[in-house]
T-cell receptor
């Protein structure tokens, strides 16, 4: 079942902070975050593993609450380059080690 | 950038015609994937491969077939294209499954009239 991302879209001024959430109804092993700019391929940002390990981007942080089956991506002091659509992908015991993707959160940063 | 290329990048075809999309990688990664991306749905897995001649279905595999005869090539075939298969198709690669980084190709935009 597809994870639910919120908000669907957000508009910020450069320098403001944003939080993007990803929530699943299923148990999770890991949560993956990717960013996609218009007309381009998704690009890896971060993986959060059950147990607290993280792999990924230095300037973007994220959390993973295993009990609540939720993850949040924190974008602080946003830059124009952060604009794009953010996708979470979840992996769990029912997904056969494959990712199930959320519908995306569109982030627009204005100068 | 990882060596992954998709062809063709754009294709317009008519309902009922066969279509093959090609994904080529130079990274020698074991896993290769085909996704489709449609507004409001994010990415949906069509098929994936975990080795030469080893493939498995994803969540939206009906109407699609795949083949992998060499490590570097993964083909997606629509035997008889339908308008519902109009989409952007992304190929992706990873070293392993699970908590591994996916590297995506640039995408192939398919329009079925």
């Amino acid at each position: 079942q597809q994870p639910v991302q919120s908000p669907q879209a957000v508009i910020l001024r450069e320098g403001e902070d944003a939080v993007i959430n990803c929530s699943s109804s299923k148990a999770l092993y890991s949560v993956h975050w990717y960013r996609q700019k218009h007309g381009e391929a998704p690009v890896f940002l971060m993986i959060l593993l059950k147990g607290g390990e993280q792999k990924g981007h230095e300037k973007i942080s994220a959390s993973f609450n295993e009990k609540k089956q939720q993850s949040s991506l924190y974008l602080t002091a946003s830059q124009l380059s952060y604009s794009g659509t953010y996708f979470c992908g979840t992996e769990g015991p029912t997904s056969n080690y494959q990712l199930i993707w959320g519908a995306g959160t569109k982030l627009i940063i204005k100068p | 950038d990882a060596g992954i290329t998709q062809s063709p990048r754009h294709k317009v075809t008519e309902t009922g015609t066969p279509v093959t999309l090609r994904c080529h990688q130079t990274e020698n990664h074991r896993y290769m994937y085909w996704y489709r991306q449609d507004p409001g749905h994010g990415l949906r897995l069509i098929h994936y491969s975990y080795g030469v001649k080893d493939t498995d279905k994803g969540e939206v595999s009906d109407g699609y077939s795949v083949s992998r005869s060499k490590t570097e090539d993964f083909l997606l075939t629509l035997e008889s294209a339908t308008s519902s298969q109009t989409s952007v198709y992304f190929c992706a690669i990873s070293e392993n499954s699970g908590a591994n980084v996916l590297t995506f190709g640039a995408g192939s935009r398919l329009t079925v009239l």
